[in-house]
């Protein structure tokens, strides 16, 4: 059975959701994968999911990091599959992730903010962007709504 490489990109969420964020990775390249086999947890300003392998096969390349932003649409994934059903995603660039769409850099320093941290620090009339004295407990020593939560009812004290 011939195998070929496919370009997995990243879930639409529907109309609402303009991004989401990586949470966790449970595969790596080179991991052989099962259709329905959950490989990552990603989430929006909604909530947490589990993206699960869209065919079986081999992680070529997962060019995508926990705490990662990623725009809907984007490369989440190379797997090389023989599942004829997903020909047409097949990749232009098999194998080549120069190709691939790149996350715009941030700074090293910067903290990196849950949707749904980021919705409660606005609701508060701060600006995430500004505070750099809030803790990051959450996944990936990323700011969670519970930081957010905890830092507000700190400065009411």
Avoid: C, N
């Amino acid at each position: 059975m011939a195998t070929f490489i496919i370009d997995v990109p990243v879930p639409s969420m529907g109309a609402t959701v303009s991004e989401l964020t990586v949470v966790s990775l449970k595969t790596k390249p080179g991991d052989r994968v099962v259709k329905g086999q959950k490989i990552a947890e990603l989430e929006s300003d909604k909530s947490i999911f589990e993206y699960e392998a869209p065919a079986d096969g081999t992680v070529v390349a997962l060019p995508v990091k926990p705490g990662e932003v990623l725009q809907p649409g984007a490369l989440f994934l190379r797997l090389e599959t023989a599942d004829a059903s997903l020909r047409h995603l097949e990749s232009k660039a098999a194998g080549d992730l120069a190709a691939a769409p790149a996350a715009p850099a941030k700074p090293a320093a910067a903290l990196v903010w849950t949707p749904r941290a980021t919705k409660l620090a606005q609701e508060a009339g701060l600006d995430p962007a500004k505070l750099t004295d809030i803790g990051a407990t959450g996944p990936g020593g990323r700011v969670s709504g519970d930081d957010v939560t905890a830092y507000l009812a700190a400065r009411k004290s």
